[in-house]
């Protein structure tokens, strides 16, 4: 019901930044949460940072400091803003928003951080 798409990905050498983008459509009334997961190859999809409806906001702990969630409501866009980045980094990046417990997820957009 929600349609997600990112944008924002590529390479970046280690101690770069970039800015990942996720703009939402379709059924986007009452999304309790929209958040980033990323998975690497041979790896589990994992949660990087979430917000919540109501502005809170929570980061895995490998990401705490470097990045920061933020969401512009008028836009139905939410960011991940990724500093300091390094290797372990690498990964698919995607887009999740939640509306109770179904979960809409974007396409993915890799980021790829070089050593």
């Known amino acids: 019901q929600v349609q997600l798409v990112e944008s924002g990905g590529g390479l970046v050498q280690a101690g770069g930044s970039l800015r990942l983008s996720c703009s939402a459509s379709g059924t986007i009334f009452s999304v309790n949460a929209m958040g980033w997961y990323r998975q690497a190859p041979g790896n589990k999809r994992e949660l990087v940072a979430a917000i919540t409806s109501g502005g809170s906001t929570n980061y895995a702990d490998s990401v705490k400091g470097r990045f920061t969630i933020s969401r512009d409501n008028a836009k139905n866009t939410v960011y991940l803003q990724m500093n300091n980045l390094k290797p372990e980094d690498t990964a698919v990046y995607y887009c999740?928003?939640?509306?109770?417990?179904?979960?809409?997820w974007g396409q993915g957009t890799q980021v790829t951080v070089s050593s």
């Open positions: 999740n928003a939640r509306r109770g417990l179904s979960d809409s």
